[in-house]
């Protein structure tokens, strides 16, 4: 079963707004949330990362909020840019084995 | 630096073909990981190789699938014969260090089964 579920699965965000994406988990042993960024034709790149040990995590304009009890997390982009246009993916993973992708979320961000 | 690159960007076979996916990992990378998203869905593990040997195959779909690491240097993954589920984007992936957090991905290989 999956084991991360995304949401939305697509985001229209007018240029300057906030972009928010979602994601719940259902096991307790993950001990590492990152977020990757695909743009057209590459591979996922590495964007932000969270341990449950922290409720949020800031990097620019990229932040992760970390809810450990509702076992969700989420991505806000401030300021979205329309360089900020491509497929996000959130994951969890536990030490020692496997990552465990979310189905992404394509965000477009209109100038 | 080079980062990992994969051949061919694309491919579309008949169904009972057998296509065979190639990935270059970043030069010292011991770890290397393949993953498969099919249209829609999430990407998923398939396998994980520790230099040339197969460290946790658990995400293998079935013995359709072989994945080999020559030397402990490139990947490739033959799917014989192909079936219509098997279309998506195959991903590989390198790490420096075991499980390190940071995967770094190369940008896929879209195959087509029809």
């Known amino acids: 079963q999956q084991q991360v579920k995304q949401s939305p699965q697509s985001l229209i965000v007018q240029k300057g707004g906030i972009s928010i994406i979602n994601c719940a988990y259902e096991n307790t042993a993950f001990d590492y949330f990152p977020w990757y960024q695909q743009f057209p034709g590459k591979g996922p790149a590495l964007l932000i990362a969270?341990?449950?040990?922290?409720s949020e995590k800031k990097e620019g304009r990229f932040t992760i909020s970390f809810n450990k009890s509702a076992k969700q997390f989420s991505l806000h982009i401030m300021d979205s840019q329309p360089g900020d246009s491509a497929t996000y993916f959130c994951?969890?993973?536990?030490?020692?084995?496997?990552?465990?992708f979310g189905t992404g979320t394509s965000l477009t961000v209109i100038p | 630096e080079a980062g990992v690159t994969q051949f061919p960007s694309h491919s579309v076979i008949e169904k009972g073909q057998t296509v065979t996916l190639r990935c270059d990992p970043i030069?010292?990378?011991?770890?290397l990981y393949w993953y498969r998203r099919v249209m829609g869905k999430e990407i998923k593990f398939l396998l994980h190789?520790?230099?040339?040997?197969?460290?946790?195959e658990s995400g293998m779909p079935n013995n359709r699938f072989l994945a080999e690491r020559t030397g402990g240097t490139y990947s490739t993954l033959k799917v014989q014969p192909a079936e219509l589920e098997d279309s998506g984007v195959y991903f590989c992936?390198?790490?420096?260090?075991?499980?390190?957090?940071?995967?770094?991905f190369g940008p896929g290989t879209r195959l087509t089964v029809l």
């Open positions: 992936a390198s790490s420096q260090v075991r499980w390190d957090n940071e995967q770094f």
């Open positions: 994951a969890g993973y536990n030490t020692g084995n496997q990552f465990y």
């Open positions: 969270i341990r449950p040990d922290v």
């Open positions: 190789f520790v230099k040339e040997s197969k460290q946790d």
């Open positions: 030069s010292g990378h011991d770890n």
